[in-house]
């Protein structure tokens, strides 16, 4: 399980085949699948509501947060020091 069956794996290379999840990700049909969000730290409690079945989910997303970092003095100046 989780490898390409020595037989097929000329076919396509690993970029190749995650090229083609990604794209076939973009389909519209796929949204019907995606039964809820939630964010990163709900996650303890999603996974219980999960296993205790009062969460109907087929298909949840978790929402990693975006951090922003700050710009390093070397990227943002340039000159001499």
């Not at 970029?15 to 809820?36: E, I, K, Q, Y």
């Not at 989910?57 to 700050?70: F, G, M, S, W």
Request: aromatic share 4%; proline share 6%; charged share 25%.
């Amino acid at each position: 399980m989780g490898v390409v069956a020595r037989a097929r794996r000329h076919r396509r290379t690993n970029a190749d085949r995650l090229r083609l999840a990604v794209s076939l990700l973009s389909d519209p049909g796929f949204d019907v699948f995606l039964t809820g969000s939630s964010a990163l730290d709900e996650l303890p409690d999603v996974v219980q509501r999960l296993s205790d079945g009062t969460l109907d989910a087929l298909c949840h997303v978790i929402e990693y947060p975006v951090i922003d970092y700050p710009a390093t003095e070397s990227a943002t100046t340039e000159g001499p020091r």
